[in-house]
């Protein structure tokens, strides 16, 4: 008799996870081992990540399967656009925020079973300069802020040791640095929508949702949902500055924004042209810098096990 057929697995461990003194994805690598055929890979890079998370995909593994946080997801997602490979998601970064909305457990090894158990959803992506994103694009003072984190987080930074202890909390703690700057002031943005909407508004930032989550577990609250074939976009008004960061603690917590705090239009595709050159980031990581950016949704271009 035939024995079971194991499927096929690719693993990629992130740089962060390898360093981790903790061994609970360690764990949930090794149920995989017991129950497929799995293939360990320790990419040097993100941009190395998607590339042989692409050529495993071409290759015809059952899935892929990467040990990181946003970051992580990011760059295996760009290697799986076009391609039916699904991916699955061990949680180890600091806010997880993909994982979380798409309902990937947290706990390390409930997310091993769910890849085991084989169940998969599809989810959009959004695609700017000829990459994806998977959560929300942002420029201005929220992209300021989720960069200030990446470099806290930097691997040899001595911030790095505290900030793990606080986790998320670290979007707060960076919105709330750059929004009390001296320097803080709002931007010019031109918003093009594909059915010839327009908006021109002085803001302090903007938005592109995917799906609501931000870094850190901060949500938006502009109802978005990672499958419904369109993005949110959210301007951040030039209110006056105690308006601001009430507006922020709002947010933090949860709670009802202040009216005529945000503007949201939705659109499949749109340009978002700068008065001038900007950091566009998503995912906890930039994307590109430049002074327009077309944002274009891409339906269902990725598998998830959930």
């Not at 320790?42 to 399967?65: K, Y």
């Not at 030039?238 to 603690?249: D, E, Q, S």
Request: glycine share 14%; net charge positive.
């Amino acid at each position: 008799m035939g024995g079971v057929v194991r499927p096929r697995l690719a693993v990629f461990v992130n740089a962060s996870a390898r360093r981790s003194s903790g061994d609970r994805w360690r764990a949930a690598l090794r149920l995989l081992e017991a129950r497929a055929e799995v293939q360990v890979c320790l990419p040097p890079s993100a941009e190395a990540l998607t590339r042989e998370v692409r050529l495993a995909a071409e290759a015809g593994v059952d899935g892929v399967v990467v040990v990181g946080g946003d970051g992580t997801v990011n760059a295996a997602a760009n290697g799986l656009v076009g391609l039916r490979t699904p991916l699955g998601i061990i949680p180890r970064g600091t806010g997880n925020d993909f994982a979380r909305v798409v309902g990937v457990p947290a706990e390390p090894a409930s997310a091993a079973h769910r890849v085991l158990a084989g169940r998969t959803t599809t989810v959009d992506l959004v695609e700017v300069g000829g990459r994806h994103f998977c959560t929300a694009g942002i420029l201005g003072v929220p992209a300021a802020a989720a960069l200030t984190v990446r470099g806290w987080f930097s691997p040899g930074k001595a911030t790095r040791p505290l900030l793990h202890l606080i986790g998320g909390g670290a979007y707060t703690l960076a919105g709330l640095r750059h929004l009390l700057s001296p320097a803080l002031r709002p931007r010019d943005y031109r918003i093009t929508c594909d059915d010839g909407r327009s908006l021109d508004i002085e803001a302090y930032g903007v938005f592109a949702a995917n799906t609501p989550a931000l870094g850190g577990g901060l949500v938006l609250p502009v109802g978005s949902d990672g499958s419904d074939g369109v993005m949110e976009l959210v301007a951040i008004h030039a209110v006056p500055r105690w308006r601001l960061l009430m507006a922020f603690v709002c947010f933090a917590r949860g709670w009802r924004l202040p009216g005529g705090t945000l503007t949201t239009w939705s659109a499949r595709t749109a340009t978002i042209d700068c008065a001038g050159d900007e950091a566009f980031a998503a995912d906890g990581d930039l994307l590109g810098c430049g002074s327009a950016f077309r944002l274009e949704v891409k339906p269902g271009a990725l598998r998830v096990f959930v």
